[in-house]
């Protein structure tokens, strides 16, 4: 526990630095002209194939017709529009996930090692080839999780917790692993997450809530499609920021876990020893004498 609320604190301050704030604005250029390029060529069909999809359901007509009798018939116009968003978010989050992973991870780690674990060997038990496959695969089998559970979302509990859930673990996966690519071997890396299985899914999924709450943004923006442009970048780069603050602290946790593990199987950097003639001892049994000084010639008397 002393651990996870150490690397979270540590995190958070890191967040504040100029040059995670700078890499922030990266992944944010490209997913903004992601969105906004898909927003300019398929906005207004997959709102109209989403709006015919519900007119041709006889009970929703129902549902409808009862709305307008109610005097809230205008309702029906942001139903489209939110379900259209609700589906494009996991995506957008799963694409900024693999960008900050891309992009920023790597400078994240490096950014925490060199300034708390400058003296952390680098055994290299993962490659940049090997990130991209396990990030794939990751990012796969949650895309599937999130399509398989897509119909209890109709749940209301549900739809605030699967989702958080199936990220929590995405970031999980693939946070720890570009945390200890660089530093730990295959065989420390499978034993830290063995050991600390349970607390890096925690960290995940905790993540992974703070990933869902900037939802709230995009529904904002289809209620108020004045400022949707707008509400669009900064749900984003809420996004990123969330993700790059994911990245520190499992940065923070795994790198700081690394150097218990090492320092426990004894395979911790070794402490460097002065030469006894480098510091000008002439035997190094036998210390320098303070009336005589460091080897020198005795001091002579006038």
Known sequence: MTLLLDSFW??????????????????????????????????????????????????????????????????????????????VTPVLVVVSLVVVAVLMAPALVSMVSERRFPQLARLKGGSTVGSLLWSLGSVLLALVALVASMPLWLVPPLILILPPLIWGWLTYRVMAYDALALHASKDERQTLFRRHRLTLLGMGVMTGYLGAAPSLVWASGALFAAAFVVLVPVAIWIYTLVFAFSSLWFAHFCLAALDGLRAESGTAAPVEVLDPVAVGWRDELNPPNPLVGNGAEPPRLP
Do not use: M
């Not at 995670?20 to 992944?27: D, E």
């Not at 007119?55 to 549902?63: A, G, I, K, M």
């Open 10 to 87: 540590r995190a958070v301050v890191y967040c504040l630095h100029p040059r995670v704030i700078a890499l922030s604005f990266l992944p944010l250029v490209l997913l903004v002209g992601l969105s906004l390029g898909l927003g300019y060529f398929y906005w207004d069909p997959a709102v109209e194939g989403v709006r015919q999809s519900l007119e041709s359901f006889e009970l929703l007509n129902t549902f409808w017709a009862w709305l307008q009798g109610a005097g809230v018939g205008q309702l029906k116009t942001v139903v489209a529009p939110l379900i259209v968003i609700f589906v």
